[in-house]
Structure formats: C-alpha cells, structure tokens
C-alpha cells in the first residue's frame, strides 16, 4: 500500500553486497536485474525464509520457502552487535548441505557418573 511504513525487516536488514553477487552468480537468469531488485527478493525470502542447520554463535542460515527457477536457496546471515540481521552470503541448499557435511562435530566432555 502506498505510504503506508516500511515492515520491520525492511529496516533491521541488511544486505551485503557479496550476497548479491552470489545470487546473481548462482541465478544467471538474474544478471540483468538492478541490485534494489535483487535486495528486494533477498529480503523477502529472509523475511518468509525457515532456520536451517544449526546456529553458530551470532550466525545462522535460512532456507528460502521458495526456489528461483529450480534451485533453492538458503541465506547465510549474522546478527551485528547493533542488533541488525545481516545477509551475508547465499548458497544453492546442495552448497549448504555439502558445508554442513563437512563441518567437523564439536565433541564435549563427558564425566562418568558412578
């Protein structure tokens, strides 16, 4: 609606470059788009995206609720210390999954109950 205040996201969001180079990069069919549009469509699909993965300190990724053409996108974000979620990154869920994968398991100590 025209005039109306912009949706919270839209003010506590900030998109990275990098992470619309990576979409273009990862989209072709997007080379030709402006980076206001492009940071629009990040934007939504943080806003309607669902926590994937696991949570590493400040970071966290989202799976995109729907796919640009046939790939599916999961953004890789961070919350600064001023409180703003920051997109930082975006990979293909086949990237994120392989980088998951890889990860090496945190191992804990354990103490033997007697």
Request: with cysteine; glycine share 8%; aromatic share 6%.
């Amino acid at each position: 609606m025209a005039g109306s205040r912009p949706q919270r996201w839209t003010r506590d969001l900030i998109v990275s470059n990098h992470a619309i180079e990576r979409l273009r990069a990862r989209a072709p069919w997007l080379e030709g788009a402006g980076d206001n549009r492009l940071r629009l469509r990040i934007r939504e699909m943080h806003a309607n995206g669902v926590r994937f993965g696991g949570q590493y300190g400040r970071d966290y990724s989202l799976l995109a609720k729907y796919a640009l053409g046939d790939v599916q996108f999961v953004l890789v974000c961070t919350v600064s210390v001023r409180g703003k979620h920051v997109v930082k990154t975006i990979l293909t869920l086949d990237l994120a999954i392989a980088n998951i994968v890889s990860r090496p398991s945190v191992k804990r100590a354990t103490r033997k109950v007697a």
